[in-house]
């Protein structure tokens, strides 16, 4: 065997939770490796929705501008379509993804980044090439195979898929982003909540010229109520937009128990023609895939020194784009962790806070995505679409709509209602972010327990409560305008506080660990000429937010304090596990 390679975190996949780990580690300067058994990167869309949060965190670790460089921009996504075909007749749309007016405004108010379409097979190497030119070391076809951890380590044994032999990989923490079937969390007896395969979905990747259908309606997804669809999970066939307006993927329903069918070029190429409605144009078929649609969810995220993100900790289909943004904002969570645990300012106990922290996160979104696919019933419902008929009866349902009769007047507003519940998939900016985060790394206040004031699935309600990620609102420094958010991140602790705060500053700066301050106030480095931070912020001038690494927020005081030194002390200690 090879002498073993020795690393400070191994981490394995090259996914959206791999590949953003790496680029953390990286960024914070902690040496570490990717492994992946695949020859490439993603060669196909997969995940594409990419939420503020995401780009908050890609923002932050500096790839904000390399992804909206080559996604889709958010005005060009949200006329979510529903039709008989893309040629056929059009049911009803759905502003989405940020795209009503309303919703827009409030995207606005709440995040300096906007979201964006960015296909899987494009962010992956944005991620990774970052990650490599800062310090990551990565290794295409090295397969996982085992490990084994002791009080100082773990031992991973990998196998060159190119050379054949095993050798071993020596880490101080091992992160498994293996995905769906991750080996890793299966070794570690992560406990899963849930169930697998609870239907089955194909994936059709293909190039067509498309944009006298979509162009004039421009969206990520066009949903196509076609007979036959219904039996896999999706509630319709689904045609994605992948690159404005030649590129596409096509999801399609099949029955799970039965197996899914010979996925040849002519079936592919059927389906394609079934959605978009037009025998003549041009198609190209790139790839064809089967998948299923799971509902599981890991009830803890690690076992010792074994720690997972992403797909390996949550499964759930594609409704509501959740899978790499929570993937990513996984990773995000965890490596200043591990960074601070690694360099010795913070204790081995920092790192229980992640399954405490992210765990909830990945039960919430498996259930959201969930929901959202029944929620699609109600559509087939208002056509009385889902009892057994002929496609000859779905399409006299369909055409009833048109009639003069008070049923059919009915039978529209059923149907109008139906299309605007979807809201719950396609926009619910409160799933985005309102995450909430209660653990040793949070160190409550003594104010009343948070309600919402509207729903908080749909609705983002910022605050500055500990374990809340810190408000976003414009401010000034000299001639430029940033977020608040720019203020923190970067890989260390940041304490923000107003003209009266000079006692905070001192105690950040008598602390044994680095902390940036912040001073927001007329004729301060920072100034607040909306006067939005002053409203957001729930402090007063002399108070204090403690900010940790990933934006949210550790500690709060609302006020000054004469004993600012011992509170602040107290906080961190809880918060890096020395309490």
Request: aromatic share 6%; with cysteine; proline share 5%.
């Amino acid at each position: 065997m090879s002498p073993v390679v020795e690393t400070d975190v191994l981490i394995v996949g090259s996914g959206p939770a791999g590949a953003s780990a790496a680029l953390a580690l990286s960024t914070y300067g902690v040496p570490n490796i990717v492994v992946t058994r695949y020859a490439s990167l993603a060669d196909t869309p997969r995940a594409h929705i990419t939420n503020q949060r995401t780009m908050e965190v890609l923002r932050d670790l500096g790839v904000e501008q390399d992804v909206i460089a080559q996604a889709t921009p958010q005005h060009l996504m949200g006329n979510t379509t529903f039709c008989t075909s893309l040629a056929g007749e059009e049911l009803g749309r759905v502003r989405s993804w940020g795209n009503d007016p309303l919703v827009q405004a409030a995207h606005e108010l709440a995040s300096p980044t906007r979201m964006c379409d960015m296909p899987q097979h494009l962010m992956e190497p944005v991620l990774v090439n970052a990650a490599v030119a800062r310090g990551t070391s990565l290794r295409f076809q090295t397969e996982y195979l085992s490990h084994t951890q002791d009080a100082d380590g773990v031992t991973v044994t990998v196998r060159d898929r190119l050379r054949g032999d095993t050798y071993e990989i020596r880490a101080k923490y091992l992160i498994g982003a293996d995905g769906g079937r991750s080996r890793v969390a299966e070794d570690a007896g992560l406990p899963m909540g849930g169930q697998m395969g609870v239907a089955g979905s194909i994936n059709i990747v293909f190039e067509a010229d498309l944009a006298k259908y979509t162009a004039h309606r421009p969206s990520t997804l066009y949903w196509v109520l076609a007979p036959g669809a219904t039996v896999g999970g999706i509630g319709a066939g689904l045609v994605r937009c992948v690159r404005p307006w030649k590129e596409w993927m096509i999801v399609w329903g099949y029955d799970v128990t039965a197996g899914a069918p010979d996925l040849t070029t002519e079936y592919a190429e059927s389906i394609v023609r079934q959605l978009v409605g037009d025998d003549e144009i041009s198609v190209t078929i790139k790839s064809s895939s089967a998948w299923t649609v799971n509902e599981m969810y890991a009830e803890t995220y690690s076992n010792g020194r074994v720690l997972c993100a992403g797909d390996a900790t949550h499964r759930h289909p594609p409704s509501n784009g959740l899978g790499s943004n929570t993937s990513i904002q996984d990773s995000y969570n965890l490596a200043w962790k591990l960074k601070l645990v690694l360099d010795g300012t913070a204790a081995p106990k920092l790192l229980d806070t992640y399954t405490a922290e992210r765990a909830p996160v990945g039960k919430q979104v498996v259930t959201r995505a969930n929901q959202s696919i029944g929620e699609t019933a109600p559509i087939f419902e208002a056509l009385d679409g889902l009892s057994p008929q002929t496609p000859e009866q779905l399409w006299a349902n369909i055409a009833a709509r048109k009639d003069t009769t008070e049923a059919a007047e009915k039978q529209r507003a059923r149907l109008r209602e139906a299309i605007a519940f979807k809201v719950y998939e396609f926009n619910a900016h409160g799933v985005d972010l309102n995450q909430r985060y209660a653990s040793d790394a949070v160190v409550p206040d003594d104010t009343p327990a948070e309600t919402f004031a509207r729903d908080p699935e749909l609705h983002h309600q910022p605050t500055s409560r500990p374990g809340a990620r810190v408000p976003h609102a414009w401010i000034t420094s000299g001639t430029r305008t940033l977020s608040t958010l720019d203020t923190v991140g970067k890989g260390r602790f940041t304490l923000l506080t107003g003209i009266g705060g000079e006692g905070w500053i001192r105690a950040a700066a008598a602390q044994d660990i680095e902390i940036a301050t912040v001073v927001v106030g007329p004729g301060q480095e920072y100034e607040d000429p909306y006067g939005d931070w002053a409203r957001l912020s729930e402090i007063s001038d002399a108070g204090a937010l403690l900010v940790r690494p990933d934006g949210f927020v550790a500690f709060r005081h609302a006020t000054a304090a004469p004993d600012a030194g011992t509170l602040l002390t107290d906080a961190l200690r809880q918060v890096l596990g020395h309490a």
